[in-house]
């Protein structure tokens, strides 16, 4: 994701409006034809943070086999652990000082990515006068030294691309200088694209040739850098292939984020882009999904059938992420919306018709034929989910964290007040089940939304709730049935 722009946003006021929807309560829409419904999750979770959250990741930092979180913050310059209680909680975490790393010792903390004992934090590039600093922060253990990363660099993803299976290797992305990815293990580094205007990168094998590809998201184009797999297991990249070039072909005036799910369960790594379009004073949050629809074995990648961007019903749209949320086989994602207060989902839905065509894949185990008529074609339904913990949603991440087979979305929340306050802590929310009901006896509808912040059975002193967070506690929670 990308912090610069996303950290001068904050200066902008946010422009927000209360729309009615003449639908009935939980029932999910297509796409473009009408206001989505704003629910609120069944079952959610406030945390207390630090001062301005830039970035939230998760992984089993700790090695229990639960899912914890970490939070990065802009602010008081540090990273904030959430260690899953596992068992004893069930998907409650606990916000631990001891665990979190010192205040100040990353100053201007900007972006978090996953490593195998912890995370990776990228420091000091929006402090005038100093260099980039990439910082290895274990999960309860002190700081390990931090290494200067070139001028410019705002943000960082890792990733496996040496199959090593370690998540050693870095891709750094610079404002208007290359992209490069760095072997921590090996202390090598190698340029992957040119000088560009980046925006943000997303991995997943787009060719299934079993090497980790890295996608990149300009201000104007999308990329894909192809792992040829070198000799000895040294990643060697490909010239970037061009995907969609310019704003047109995109969809979006101002791209902010890029991931990669199979939205249509053929086995192929699709690609959604997100971003805003402005409309007179607003910035509007809208999505576009590039289908991988290869004509010989490789990849090629076409926008969804159809449609053009799809809206978010949300304003300044900044982070996407993806994952079965509903538990239909097909990848969905769900869309940040800064200026709203809200995460909208997509849920990826087939439609009855069989698609046969000419697309090629690598060999499996159906036959061609078989193959070619289990093409399905794909739709969208979506709603939105009201956060209730706090204010202007900067990143989040998904995961089981309940550990109940049915994924869970974190968001980092810039403010628990409506002003973003620079001397006040905020919060993070975790919204629980949230795609439960879809596609549950051939219904599209989200079953009836009782807010509460305890999961039943789980005691009271393990509740979900507000932990030490009065100000999050606090806030007032939006009405259901609101637009933008």
Same mark, same amino acid.
């Given at each position: 994701?990308?912090?610069?722009?996303?950290?001068?946003?904050?200066?902008?006021?946010?422009?927000?409006?209360?729309?009615?929807?003449?639908?009935?309560?939980?029932?999910?829409?297509?796409?473009?034809?009408?206001?989505?419904?704003?629910?609120?999750?069944?079952?959610?979770?406030?945390?207390?943070?630090?001062?301005?959250?830039?970035?939230? *990741?998760?992984?089993?930092?700790?090695?229990?086999?639960?899912?914890?979180?970490?939070?990065?913050?802009?602010?008081?310059?540090?990273?904030?652990?959430?260690?899953?209680?596992?068992?004893?909680?069930?998907?409650?975490?606990?916000?631990?000082?001891?665990?979190?790393?010192?205040?100040?010792?990353?100053?201007? *903390?900007?972006?978090?990515?996953?490593?195998?004992?912890?995370?990776?934090?990228?420091?000091?590039?929006?402090?005038?006068?100093?260099?980039?600093?990439?910082?290895?922060?274990?999960?309860?253990?002190?700081?390990?030294?931090?290494?200067?990363?070139?001028?410019?660099?705002?943000?960082?993803?890792?990733?496996?691309?040496?199959?090593?299976?370690?998540?050693?290797?870095?891709?750094?992305?610079?404002?208007?200088?290359?992209?490069?990815?760095?072997?921590?293990?090996?202390?090598?580094?190698?340029?992957?694209?040119?000088?560009?205007?980046?925006? *943000?990168?997303?991995?997943?094998?787009?060719?299934?040739?079993?090497?980790?590809?890295?996608?990149?998201?300009?201000?104007?184009?999308?990329?894909?850098?192809?792992?040829?797999?070198?000799?000895?297991?040294?990643?060697?990249?490909?010239?970037?292939?061009?995907?969609?070039?310019?704003?047109?072909?995109?969809?979006?005036?101002?791209?902010?984020?890029?991931?990669?799910?199979?939205?249509?369960?053929?086995?192929?790594?699709?690609?959604?882009?997100?971003?805003?379009?402005?409309?007179?004073?607003?910035?509007?949050?809208?999505?576009?999904?590039?289908?991988?629809?290869?004509?010989?074995?490789?990849?090629?990648?076409?926008?969804?059938?159809?449609?053009?961007?799809?809206?978010?019903?949300?304003?300044? *749209?900044?982070?996407?992420?993806?994952?079965?949320?509903?538990?239909?086989?097909?990848?969905?994602?769900?869309?940040?919306?800064?200026?709203?207060?809200?995460?909208?989902?997509?849920?990826?839905?087939?439609?009855?018709?069989?698609?046969?065509?000419?697309?090629?894949?690598?060999?499996?185990?159906?036959?061609?034929?078989?193959?070619?008529?289990?093409?399905?074609?794909?739709?969208?339904?979506?709603?939105?989910?009201?956060?209730?913990?706090?204010?202007?949603?900067?990143?989040?991440?998904?995961?089981?964290?309940?550990?109940?087979?049915?994924?869970?979305?974190?968001?980092?929340?810039?403010?628990?007040?409506?002003?973003?306050?620079?001397?006040?802590?905020?919060?993070?929310?975790?919204?629980?089940?949230?795609?439960?009901?879809?596609?549950?006896?051939?219904?599209?509808?989200?079953?009836?939304?009782?807010?509460?912040?305890?999961?039943?059975?789980?005691?009271?002193?393990?509740?979900?709730?507000?932990?030490?967070?009065?100000?999050?506690?606090?806030?007032?929670?939006?009405?259901?049935?609101?637009?933008?």
């Amino acid at each position: 994701m990308r912090w610069a722009s996303r950290w001068a946003r904050i200066l902008l006021p946010v422009f927000a409006f209360a729309s009615f929807i003449a639908l009935a309560a939980g029932e999910a829409v297509p796409p473009n034809q009408a206001p989505a419904p704003g629910l609120k999750a069944a079952t959610w979770a406030c945390y207390q943070t630090g001062v301005l959250p830039s970035d939230i *990741a998760s992984g089993d930092f700790d090695g229990d086999g639960w899912l914890d979180l970490a939070v990065s913050c802009f602010g008081t310059g540090n990273v904030y652990f959430y260690k899953n209680l596992a068992l004893a909680g069930m998907g409650v975490f606990r916000n631990d000082a001891t665990l979190t790393t010192p205040v100040g010792g990353l100053p201007g *903390a900007a972006a978090l990515a996953a490593s195998d004992v912890g995370v990776y934090v990228l420091s000091d590039s929006m402090i005038p006068g100093t260099m980039p600093q990439l910082t290895v922060v274990p999960m309860g253990t002190l700081l390990k030294a931090g290494k200067a990363l070139p001028p410019g660099t705002f943000d960082i993803v890792s990733a496996d691309l040496d199959h090593e299976r370690l998540l050693d290797d870095v891709i750094e992305l610079q404002d208007f200088g290359p992209a490069q990815v760095e072997d921590l293990s090996k202390g090598t580094a190698y340029s992957v694209a040119g000088t560009d205007s980046y925006v *943000a990168a997303a991995t997943g094998d787009m060719n299934q040739d079993g090497w980790q590809d890295i996608v990149i998201l300009t201000s104007d184009r999308l990329l894909i850098a192809y792992n040829c797999a070198g000799v000895g297991g040294t990643p060697v990249y490909l010239p970037p292939v061009e995907v969609g070039s310019g704003n047109q072909a995109l969809g979006l005036q101002k791209p902010t984020g890029v991931a990669v799910g199979d939205f249509d369960s053929d086995g192929l790594m699709d690609i959604v882009v997100v971003g805003n379009n402005p409309q007179g004073d607003l910035v509007s949050g809208y999505a576009r999904v590039f289908l991988n629809t290869p004509h010989a074995v490789g990849s090629v990648f076409s926008p969804l059938p159809a449609t053009g961007p799809m809206t978010t019903w949300g304003f300044n *749209a900044v982070d996407v992420v993806t994952g079965d949320l509903d538990g239909n086989g097909r990848d969905d994602f769900a869309v940040v919306n800064k200026g709203s207060d809200t995460v909208t989902v997509f849920l990826s839905d087939a439609l009855p018709t069989l698609q046969a065509d000419d697309r090629a894949t690598t060999e499996r185990c159906l036959s061609d034929a078989d193959r070619k008529a289990d093409r399905l074609q794909i739709q969208f339904r979506m709603y939105k989910l009201e956060l209730q913990c706090g204010h202007q949603p900067v990143a989040a991440t998904v995961g089981d964290f309940d550990f109940n087979g049915k994924p869970d979305i974190a968001v980092a929340l810039l403010s628990a007040t409506p002003e973003a306050m620079p001397q006040n802590s905020s919060c993070i929310e975790v919204l629980f089940d949230v795609a439960c009901g879809f596609h549950q006896s051939g219904k599209s509808n989200v079953p009836g939304q009782t807010p509460h912040s305890q999961i039943p059975g789980v005691a009271a002193q393990e509740s979900k709730s507000c932990v030490g967070c009065p100000p999050c506690s606090s806030t007032s929670s939006t009405e259901s049935g609101s637009g933008n």
